[in-house]
Structure formats: structure tokens, C-alpha cells
């Protein structure tokens, strides 16, 4: 069928130009149709030879899209956990998919690409942000944990190997994203690994020259217009005519030319270039961002001399039920006090607060500090819900479990959020409770400040995901079915700025927390103020 309809047009060229001739009268006429008929041959061939190539596409990526799969069935949720396989997944279903519906956009294909586009509307489905979201969180895991491009590419996370190998294409996905959000840095370097990757795979998905061309700007962003140009050079010898590198080369030369032109001076060379453009990638942070990564690392240990007045005790809190079964505590820090309770959430009540959770997920947000609405950010990266107590028993006993653990009243508390972190997730330092500047900060509710927070831990997490406290240099480390408690406010009613923390990225696992935010209104016999004031500089 489909070769009918490319051949229709040409036998109607046929027909037009001889339908006068009368080709049957003279043999010279008939001699000229054998070359007419060549021509049809070889356009034959060079249509087959085409569609086998593309054949052959198809069939590389219906074998990648079924040994992923299949393994990822093996067991789903150990496999969506791993970062690296989450982000090839979402690339399979946005790039890659865009890629075969263009190979199968013909006549024959059409009922495929129906049914494609048709599921593609009526279910969950990736999304060119959900792609970018995925390959910005891979680079933030690669910046805050430093791991290796190489090991990355290899499917290994702190020398533990996780998943399958990326591909060259994943390499080269991964550095195109890069290098829309204007990171030239991490351009450079997925470029280079996906250069590397292509040199050595047999079936190939990409072209070199796409990945020269965006390694060879990336490279002159970063300073290095010689090695820009010689990159430029190569890319050219494999497509001479290609325009955008034949516009390069000009430019790059001429740059080169202005730079003998008016020499630097000493010292001043391309190397330093590039060492400077790798210190700025990261961010300025006021309060220490290399510190806050190094505590998500757990490169920094707590001096012993405070470790060793650390105590664990049972708490009763004066209840009679607790006496029966007391409270497991742990203090984890002295100023502000950090506090572990163990084993204060059972596996059911864990299963039922992720089912009630579920489908009322939506993107976490965050309270602008000037208007006091809430919007989504880009330092915190996960998806929350929230559960009243009459939904479920368990919820309820959650409320009240609260209660008996610190000795607060829950009858102006938050519902219960429940938050479950994406790929990379985090949450980036942050306080709790309402600064003074923050006037509209809980303004509807009428309950004043948080006073306290309770956290709890739903999920192990093989690595990242430690809740940190990066003025002091703390880290708790998540534990299924134990939760943090601290107390936000000084008893002045002033904020503790000890107390700003983060939730470090999620580098392996998948991070599942609830917590209760407890206000002031109701707390005033539970736990009265005080004239005493902290120092100006640890109060908000």
C-alpha cells in the first residue's frame, strides 16, 4: 500500500509526458523507457534501503524500551527509586518517543501513532518539563554528593552500581538539557561523556556531529575558544556544509584574533578561564551552601565532647498509658534540642497515611514570605498531601500519639502533611516558623506561630535524604517509623534561628515523611513564656 502511493505519482509523470508519443511505433522510443526504467529501480532500492535503516532504528529502540522494562518489573519500586533509572524512563517517554513517532510518521504506520497519541492523552504522561525537572535533579545529586561523571554514566552511586549503563544518548539528553537552562558547565561535561560513550557502541542513536556541535559551544562558554575551534574543525570534517559551525569558526577565529590582538596579561591564560567559570556553577549562599553539602555528605561528624553528653531515656510524660509503654527517645543535638522518638509509627498506619496520601498529591509549595501565599519553588522538589484526623484511625491515633510525645495540645495544630520526595528531591534550608518580617504568615488561621515541629520518617533511604542543620552542623538520618522532634520558638516566643534545615536530596530510595506543625494558641499552660530573651542574633 504505501509503495503504491509513492509510485502513483510518478507513473502520473509518466503518463503526462508520453500519453502524446506513441512509444510503440518506434523502437527508439522503447529504448528510452529502459532508462526510464532505471531510474524506477533505483529509486525502489534506495526507498528499501532507506526504510531498512529506519527498521532497523525502530528495532534498537524497541530493544532498549523492553530490557528496561523488563527489568524494571523485576521490582518496580526498587527500579522508579534509582535516579538514574527514573530519568531514562521520562526520557524513553518524551525524546525518544518524539523520535519514533517521527521514524513511524508514514501512511502505514497512522493507526500506531493513533493509538499512541490516544494513551498519551488519556493517562499519566511525562512531559518536556518533567524531562528537564529530571535532568536537573540528576546534576544537582552529581553537584552536592560529587559524584563522577564516568561513575554516574556507569549506573553507580557512591561506588554502589544501581541501575544499567546511560547511553550515549542519555549522555547527550542529559547535556542538551544542561545546556537549555544555560548550565554550560554540566553541558560540558555530558557532552564529553556522551563523545566518549558513542566511540564505543556498536548500535548508535545519535549522530557526533550533534554532539560536537553543542560540546564545542559549551567549551567556549567555559573559556576555551582554542579547544572551541579545534572542535568546531572536527565537527566540520565530518559535515563540511553544516552552518551553524561554518558561523562558529569565523567567530571563534576572529575571537582568537582579538586575543593576540590585546594579550592578557600574565597569567591570565584560557585555564584560569575555565577554573573560574567552574567555582561560579554554584551558588552563593549566606549561611554556608558548601557546609549544608558537606552535612548531606556526612563528611561532617558532631565533636565528642558533645556527643558524649548526648543520653537515650525512656519518657513517660506523667501519662499512665505511657508508663505501660514508654517513649523511646534519643537526644540527637544540645542547642537547639534535637530529639529522635523510635519505633512511634507502625507499618500499617505508614501504609494506610501513603494510601490516604496518594491521590490527593499534588506539587509541594511554600509560603511567600511577602504576600503569605503559597506557591511552588524550585529548592523544594516533592509532592505532599494533607490528612485530617476523621479520614482514618489512624491518622487520629497519629494526632494524639503527637500529643503524648510532647506534651503539647493538638487542638490548633496543622493536619498531618505527608510528603513523598521525587527524583533528587530535596528542600533546601529553610525555617518552620514565621519570621518577624513575615507579617501574613499564618494570618488565616488565627493560631499564631509554629511553635514545634514533629517529623516522621515512613521510609528507609539507602542514601541522601538526612534532615540537616547546617548552623550547627547537625544531621538526622531518616529511619523508618521514628520521628524528629524540635522546638521552633525560644520560650520568649522568639524564632530560634538554630533551627533552619533542610531535607538533603534523595540520592538512592525513595523518601517518604509526614509531619505536624504545632502553633502557639493553646500551649500557654503546656509551655508558658517567658520575659527572658536569646541573644539578638539567635532570635527571628
Known sequence: MLLCHLLVPFFAFLCVSYVSCEVFTALADLEELLDTEKVIIDTLKNYIKAEEQKVELLKRYADIYEIQHNRATEDVQTYVSNPINAYTLVKR????????????????????LTNISYFKESRLFPTDEDLNGAAVALTRLQDT????????ARGELNGIKYSAELTAADCFELGRQSYNNGDYYHTLLWMTEANERLRKEANQTIHQSDILEYLAFSTYKQGNIHLALDLTNKLLEIVPTHPRALGNKVYYEDELQKSISSPKKKGDDESEDIQQQDEVHVPSDPYGRE???????????????LEAKLKCRYVTNNNPFLKIAPFKVEEAFINPNLYIFHDVMGD????????????????????NSVTGELEIAHYRISKSAWLKEHEHQHIADIAQRVEDMTGLSMATAEE???????????????FDFARKDE??????????????????????????????FPIVGAALWP???SAAFWHNLHPSGDGDVLTRHAACPVLAGSKWVSNKWIHEVGQEFRRPCTLERPPEDLRA
Open 93 to 112: 517517554l518524551t525524546t525518544d518517543l518524539t523520535e519514533l513517532e517521527n521514524l513511524m510518521g508514514s501512511q502505514i504506520s497512522r493507526d500506531y
Open 439 to 468: 507579617k501574613n504568615a499564618f494570618k488565616s488561621l488565627g493560631t499564631g506561630n509554629r511553635i514545634a515541629t514533629v517529623l516522621f520518617y515512613m521510609s528507609d533511604v539507602p542514601q541522601g535524604g538526612a534532615t540537616v
Open 145 to 152: 554528593y560529587r559524584l563522577d561523571t564516568s561513575s554516574l
Open 348 to 367: 500499617k498506619e505508614i501504609e494506610t497515611v501513603k494510601r490516604l496520601a496518594r491521590p490527593k498529591f499534588q506539587r509541594a509549595t511554600v509560603q
Open 291 to 305: 557546609h549544608y553539602e558537606r552535612l548531606c555528605r556526612g563528611e561532617i561528624k558532631m565533636p565528642a565532647d
Open 479 to 481: 529511619k523508618k517509623g
Open 416 to 430: 498531618l502533611q505527608v510528603v513523598n520526595y521525587g527524583i533528587g528531591g530535596h528542600y533546601e534550608p529553610h
